[in-house]
């Protein structure tokens, strides 16, 4: 990919640059939910500069975006960075989920038409026909899972009339899956994974929007307890920091001690 030139004028957007500020999106959006860009690091604007090929203003742009979409955080005298993981942080995914995702699958069930039923249908068979292929399989393809995930979860509310509302539906999504992907614990079976995906798709049909939004909020909630809890054990398993003293510490520490035993 050819390097855009980083004089540019910022205020001016060409064809080109919004192709840059594009790719840039999607590439730092892949390589912060897969964990190939860590956790809590830094995002220098020269090294992703090297590391993508793009220039300086469509990253930027990129990186303004994905803080927009709570995927970078950005600081006046600190720049960019990964957010890091933590149980408040899912919690709070968690929760606006089930907030935000019930009411616009309510929304959904009370506006879709036969096309929105079929799409739901569609996407879980799709899902489900992936999960028997992989069966067995030493190296499943999660990207293609992901792919077939989110077009089922998008299917349920995509018959909701607010587009505000589907596409902060899609932001928590992303958030979500990025902790999903990072802890990479499940707990459930493939079996168990699809049942719960068909209950959902069952309910969601019904059209009765107390037991879909049930549902929902329940299959949020599931594997939030088990991102949560794995979470809590690498907490116990982390190491405590250890305090190391520099060798001008010791030798004050040094002193300090054969002047209390004269």
């Known amino acids: 990919m050819t390097t855009l030139s980083e004089h540019a004028p910022e205020a001016v957007s060409t064809g080109a640059d919004v192709t840059a500020s594009e790719a840039a999106l999607r590439l730092l959006r892949r390589d912060i939910v897969s964990g190939a860009l860590a956790p809590d690091s830094k995002l220098k604007l020269r090294v992703l500069k090297e590391r993508y090929g793009i220039g300086g203003s469509p990253m930027r742009e990129a990186l303004a975006q994905l803080a927009a979409q709570g995927l970078v955080q950005q ?42 039923e079929d799409e739901i249908v569609t996407s879980y ?8 292929r992989l069966r067995g399989a030493e190296r499943p393809d999660t990207q293609e899972f992901e792919t077939r995930h989110q077009r089922f979860h998008r299917a349920l509310i995509a018959a909701c009339p607010l ?10 999504y992303t958030q979500a899956t990025r902790y999903r992907l990072l802890l990479r614990r499940y707990g459930f079976t493939r ?13 969601v049909l019904s059209r009765n929007k107390t037991k879909a939004g049930k549902a929902l909020d329940s299959h949020i909630a599931i594997t939030a307890d088990v991102l949560l809890s794995e979470l809590a054990d690498r907490a116990l398993r982390r190491p405590a920091a250890k305090t190391t003293k520099g060798p001008r510490a010791r030798s004050k520490q040094q002193a300090k001690s054969r002047r209390k035993t004269k």
Not at 83 to 111: F, G, M, N, W, Y
Not at 163 to 172: R, T
Request: charge should be negative.
């Open 163 to 172: 587009p505000s509302v589907k596409d902060f539906c899609d932001q928590l």
């Open 75 to 116: 600081s006046s005298q600190k720049g960019f960075r990964v957010p890091p993981l933590s149980a408040a942080h899912l919690l709070d995914i968690t929760r606006s989920r089930q907030l935000v995702e019930v009411e616009a699958v309510k929304l959904a069930i009370e506006h879709g038409g036969a096309d929105w």
């Open 125 to 132: 068979h799709l899902l489900e026909r992936l999960y028997h």
């Open 191 to 203: 079996e168990v994974v699809l049942a719960e995906h068909r209950i959902l798709m069952q309910a």
